[in-house]
Nanobody, 120 residues
Framework: QVQLVESGGGLVQPGGSLRLSCAVS????????MGWSRQTPEKRELVATI??????TYVDSMKGRFIVSRDNVANTLYLQMKSLKPEDTALYYC???????????????WGQGTQVTVSS
């Protein structure tokens, strides 16, 4: 069984910073691409992804403000967010493509979400 647990969300003022973490645990043979998405009442959108080799992709509106990184030893994903705006308010989810058994393919697992609220 694979679990993803996010942490680091909270209330921050506009212009502030937050760092989200996502720890992956359980039966893990390998972890491929990992990433973050976010959910608002209006939409769900991809935020950023990072491959096992460290190649990153970002949604245009977050380039330069968000940095995704991972620790392949600790099986942990991070999202450093700066210059936060009220429109960044959302429930942030992490995901990971995990191979849990040698004989199985990768499967996408999701965390439970962590709330980020940007407000003065």
């Amino acid at each position: 069984q694979v679990q993803l647990v996010e942490s680091g969300g909270g209330l921050v003022q506009p212009g502030g910073s937050l760092r989200l973490s996502c720890a992956v645990s359980g039966n893990i043979v390998s972890i491929g691409t990992m990433g973050w998405s976010r959910q608002t009442p209006e939409k769900r959108e991809l935020v950023a992804t990072i491959t096992s080799g460290g190649t990153t992709t970002y949604v245009d509106s977050m380039k330069g403000r968000f940095i995704v990184s991972r620790d392949n030893v600790a099986n942990t994903l991070y999202l450093q967010m700066k210059s936060l705006k009220p429109e960044d308010t959302a429930l942030y989810y992490c995901f990971a493509n995990v191979r849990a058994r040698i004989e199985e393919n990768e499967y996408t697992y999701w965390g439970q979400g962590t709330q980020v609220t940007v407000s003065s």
